[in-house]
C-alpha cells in the first residue's frame, strides 16, 4: 500500500501516559496520593499532545488509546519546530515522561485505616480516587506527577527485517534454479529426440 507523500515521514511515538496506581506527586494532593479510576473513563479522539499542558506547545496527535489497567497511547509527532526539537531530544536518549489533563466527575477522599478496590488494585487511606474522568489533553513533560511514565519517538516507516530480506532472497534462488532445472530437463529431452531423429534417417 502506497502512503501519501509526506506520511512516511511523520515520527511516530508510544507511551504510557498513566500506570494505574497511586500517583504521589500530585500538585495538588501531595504524598497522600491520588488514583484515576479508569472504569468507564472517557478520553477525546483524537486527543491532543500537547508540551507541559500548553495550549500553545502543540507536539502531536493520540490516535489510539488502551485503558486496560493503565492508559497507553500511540499517534504522530507534528511536524513544527518543537516536536522536532522533543524528537530530536528522544533520539538522544531523553526520558520523557507524560501527564494528562484528568477532569473527574466524582471525588471520593478514603481515610486512613480504610482502603479501596481502584484498577484491580487495592490502596490504603488516605487517598483520594477520582472517578468517572475525561481526559482532555495528554502531554509529554520533563518529569510528570506519575513517574512510571513514558514515551519514546520512534520512525514511521516500516523497516523490513534481515531475516525477511534473506529468506525473500533464499527463495528467489532457489525459484531460479527451479527454473533451470526445468528448463535444462527441456533440452535433454530435445536432445533425445533429435538424436532418435537422425538414427531413424539414417
Same mark, same amino acid.
Given at each position: 500500500?502506497?502512503?501519501?507523500? /509526506?506520511e ?12 494505574? %496506581?497511586?500517583?504521589? /506527586?500530585?500538585?495538588?494532593?501531595g504524598?497522600?496520593?491520588?488514583? =484515576? ?5 472517557? $478520553? ?22 488502551s485503558?486496560? %489497567?493503565?492508559?497507553?497511547?500511540? +499517534?504522530? =509527532?507534528?511536524? *513544527? ?11 538522544? /536518549?531523553?526520558?520523557? #515522561? @507524560? &501527564? @494528562?489533563?484528568?477532569?473527574p466527575? &466524582?471525588?471520593?477522599?478514603? &481515610? ?6 481502584? *484498577? ?7 487517598i !483520594? ?9 495528554? !502531554? $509529554?513533560?520533563?518529569? +510528570?506527577?506519575?513517574?512510571? !511514565?513514558? $514515551? ?5 516507516? #516500516? ?24 528448463? *535444462? ?18
Amino acid at each position: 500500500v502506497l502512503q501519501p507523500e /509526506g506520511e512516511s515521514k511523520k515520527r511516530k511515538f508510544k507511551g504510557v501516559a498513566y500506570a494505574g %496506581g497511586r500517583v504521589d /506527586g500530585h500538585w495538588y494532593w501531595g504524598r497522600s496520593g491520588v488514583v =484515576f479510576d479508569l472504569d468507564g473513563i472517557e $478520553i477525546d479522539k483524537p486527543t491532543a499532545l500537547l508540551e507541559e499542558h500548553f495550549s500553545s506547545g502543540r507536539v502531536g496527535v493520540v490516535k489510539q488509546v488502551s485503558t486496560t %489497567g493503565k492508559i497507553e497511547v500511540e +499517534g504522530d =509527532f507534528l511536524s *513544527n519546530t518543537k516536536a522536532k526539537e522533543i524528537v530530536q531530544d528522544s533520539d538522544d /536518549g531523553f526520558p520523557f #515522561q @507524560m &501527564s @494528562m489533563y484528568i477532569d473527574p466527575g &466524582s471525588i471520593e477522599e478514603v &481515610s486512613n485505616g480504610k482502603s479501596v478496590v481502584v *484498577n484491580g488494585q487495592t490502596f490504603e487511606g488516605p487517598i !483520594t480516587v477520582f472517578r468517572q474522568n475525561r481526559i482532555r489533553e495528554f !502531554t $509529554i513533560c520533563t518529569t +510528570g506527577a506519575d513517574r512510571n !511514565t513514558s $514515551i519514546n519517538a520512534f520512525s514511521g516507516k #516500516q523497516q523490513t527485517k534481515q531475516e525477511d530480506t534473506d529468506v525473500t532472497e533464499l527463495e528467489k534462488a532457489q525459484a531460479r534454479i527451479q527454473e533451470l532445472e526445468t528448463k *535444462n530437463s527441456e533440452l535433454e529431452a530435445q536432445n533425445k529426440q533429435f538424436a532418435a531423429a537422425k538414427r531413424e534417417a539414417e
